[in-house]
C-alpha cells in the first residue's frame, strides 16, 4: 500500500494517546559547552572556554531517548532497562521523568557503571557549536544471569499493558540474545507488536520473530554481508530487504537511508521506496531514535506502514536540522509534513489547528510573532517588513484579512487581489511560517488565539494608534513598532498604477 497524503493528515488529525514500552541500552548524555577560540600553548589542542562549570546540560540517550521522542508524541511510557549505582544513574532518571517516562521499571546493577557519553561542546566567533570530543563510559558486557532475569521478569509483568514494545540495541550489554528471543516471544503470545531499531553487529538473529526492524544502510550492510552501490541504493536497500525478513521471519522491515529517505519491505510486498526532502544536516544524532519512536505512535494508531514511514522520515529529517536531540510535537510534525506535500498552501491554517501548532512551539520554548494586514498587492515594503517582523522572533504568522474585511476597512474598489491569490504569494515567502485568514475588521481575537510572545505593526503606526494595543497589554504581550518606510504602499502603487492607466488614456485620445 503506498503512503497517501490525505489518509496521513486524518491519521494525525485522529491521533491518540499509545502505551509504550521501551526495553534496551539506557544512557545518559551529558553535554558542556563553552568558546572554542585559541589552541593551548603547551600542546597542539583546542582550549574549551567554560563560562559556567555547572552548567552541564543532562539528557536521556539511548533507549531513554526513544521513550522521552515517543512522550511527546503522547506516548505513556515506561523504560525499562539498567543503571549502575552511581550519581548519573540519577540524573539519568531524573532526565527520563522530566521527559515524561515512568522509570519504575528501571534496574540498579552495583557490578556495572551507568552508561555515560559526555560531549565537550565549543563555540567559535559566536558560530554554531561543535561536537569537538566526547568520553563515554560504559561496560559492554552482557547482564548476569541474575539481572537478566530480574529485567526479563519486570519486562513480562509490563508488556499486557502496552500497545506497542520497542527494543533499542546499542550493544552495552542489556539486549543479550536471550532476553531479545525470550521478550519478542512473550509479546507475539499476547499480540504486541514489536519494532527494534538493531545494533550494528553482523548477526541478527536475536531479532528473529519481531514485527519489524529499523536498520540504518550501513547496519543492514554488515547483517547481510551486501555491499549496496551508491549509485543503486534503492535497489540494493531492496536486496538487503528481502534477505533480513526472510531470515528473521519479520512482517515488516524499513532501511533508513539518509537522504534517499527509506525502503519499506512488508510481507509480500515488492519493497516501496520513500524518499524525503533533502535537508542541510547539522547533526544526525537522535534522528533513528525519532524514526522508531514516530513508528512506534504511528503502530500504536493503526497508521498503514507506508504512511507510518512517511511520517517517521519527516520527524527524521527535523531532528538532523538542529544541534543536539529536542522533542518534536505531532503539530510540528503535521505542520511539516504540509509543507513538504503542499508547498507553499502548507502554510495556512485555520484558527482552531494553528493554535495547537502555536502551543506545540511556545512549549518547546520559541518565540511567536504576529503581524497582520491586507497585503494586497505585494511590493518591496512588504517584503523588507515581514523579514523584519520575523527576526524579531523563532515563528512569523501573518494574519491575512479576509475580501470581506478588506472591503469594510478600504473600500469596495478593494482587494485588487481576492483572499486566496493573497495567501498564495505571501506563501512563498521564506520569512513567513504560517498564514490564516481572519475576518473581523482588528486582529483582537487572533490575538486572543494565538497569544504570541511578541505584536508587530508597520511604523505607519504608533502604539497608541494600534487597534489592538489595549487588549496587547492586557495579555502582557510585548508590542514592537517596525521602521516605516516612507512612499511604499498598496495605496500608493495602486495610485500610482492607475495614473499611469489615465495618463495612457489621454495620450490615445486624439
Not at 534496551?24 to 574549551?48: C, F, I, K, N, Y
Not at 566567533?125 to 561496560?139: A, L, N, T
Not at 550501513?218 to 531470515?247: H, I, Y
Amino acid at each position: 500500500m503506498a503512503a497517501s497524503t490525505p489518509r496521513i493528515l486524518d491519521g494525525l488529525k485522529q491521533w491518540k494517546p499509545f502505551r509504550l514500552l521501551v526495553v534496551g541500552d539506557l544512557m545518559l548524555d551529558q553535554t558542556l559547552e563553552g568558546d572554542a577560540e585559541r589552541l593551548s600553548p603547551d600542546a597542539p589542542v583546542p582550549v574549551l572556554a567554560v563560562r559556567d562549570p555547572a552548567a552541564t546540560i543532562d539528557t536521556a540517550g539511548g533507549a531513554g531517548n526513544v521513550g522521552v521522542f515517543a512522550a511527546a508524541l503522547g506516548g505513556i511510557v515506561e523504560v525499562v532497562g539498567v543503571v549502575g549505582d552511581d550519581p548519573e544513574a540519577r540524573l539519568l532518571t531524573g532526565a527520563l521523568q522530566r521527559g515524561g517516562c515512568s522509570t519504575e521499571g528501571v534496574l540498579t546493577d552495583r557490578s556495572r557503571p551507568t552508561t555515560t557519553k559526555r560531549s565537550l561542546v565549543g563555540r567559535a566567533q559566536h558560530r554554531h557549536p561543535q561536537k569537538m570530543f566526547r568520553i563515554d563510559v560504559e561496560s559492554p558486557e552482557p547482564l548476569s544471569a541474575e539481572v537478566q532475569a530480574e529485567l526479563l521478569r519486570r519486562i513480562k509483568a509490563r508488556i499486557p499493558s502496552c500497545d506497542v514494545l520497542c527494543l533499542e540495541d546499542y550493544r552495552k550489554g542489556v539486549c543479550t540474545p536471550e532476553l531479545c528471543a525470550a521478550v519478542i516471544k512473550a509479546c507475539r503470545e499476547q499480540g504486541i507488536p514489536v519494532l527494534v531499531d538493531p545494533a550494528p553487529i553482523a548477526d541478527f538473529s536475536r531479532y528473529a520473530g519481531a514485527t519489524a526492524i529499523t536498520p540504518n544502510r550501513s547496519e543492514a550492510e554488515r547483517a547481510t554481508g551486501v555491499t549496496v552501490d551508491p549509485s543503486r541504493v534503492v535497489e540494493g536497500a531492496r536486496v538487503m530487504a528481502r534477505q533480513l525478513r526472510e531470515a528473521l521471519a519479520l512482517e515488516v522491515i524499513v532501511v533508513t537511508l539518509d537522504r534517499e529517505g527509506a525502503l519499506l519491505l512488508e510481507r509480500d510486498g515488492h519493497g516501496e521506496h520513500l524518499p524525503t526532502v533533502v535537508r542541510q544536516v547539522y547533526d544526525v544524532t537522535g534522528a533513528g531514535d525519532m524514526v522508531l519512536a514516530v513508528l512506534a505512535g504511528a503502530v500504536a494508531n493503526h497508521m498503514p506502514w507506508a504512511d507510518a514511514v512517511a511520517l517517521a522520515n519527516v520527524a527524521a529529517g527535523l531532528e538532523v536540522e538542529v544541534f543536539g536531540v529536542r522533542s518534536l510535537s505531532i503539530p510540528e510534525i503535521r505542520a511539516q509534513f504540509l509543507r513538504q506535500t503542499q508547498g507553499a498552501a502548507g502554510k495556512q491554517r485555520s484558527r482552531e489547528d494553528l493554535a495547537g501548532e502555536i502551543a506545540a512551539h511556545q512549549k518547546a520554548g520559541r518565540r511567536i510573532v504576529l503581524t497582520n494586514g491586507c497585503f494586497d498587492v505585494i511590493h518591496a515594503g512588504h517584503i523588507a517588513y515581514l523579514r523584519e517582523a520575523k527576526a524579531q522572533g523563532d515563528i512569523l504568522v501573518v494574519g491575512v484579512n479576509s475580501d470581506e474585511s478588506v472591503r469594510a476597512i478600504k473600500g469596495d474598489s478593494r482587494p485588487i487581489y481576492s483572499e486566496q491569490e493573497r495567501v498564495e504569494i505571501l506563501g512563498e515567502l521564506t520569512s513567513i511560517d504560517y498564514l490564516t485568514v481572519f475576518s473581523e475588521t482588528t486582529a483582537e481575537e487572533l490575538l486572543r488565539t494565538i497569544r504570541p510572545d511578541i505584536y508587530v505593526k508597520g511604523g505607519d503606526y504608533t502604539v497608541d494608534e494600534v487597534a489592538e494595543s489595549a487588549l496587547v497589554k492586557s495579555l502582557a504581550i510585548e508590542i514592537k513598532i517596525l521602521q516605516h518606510r516612507a512612499g511604499q504602499s498598496t495605496t500608493s502603487v495602486v495610485e500610482r498604477v492607475r495614473a499611469q492607466c489615465r495618463a495612457g488614456e489621454n495620450a490615445a485620445t486624439p
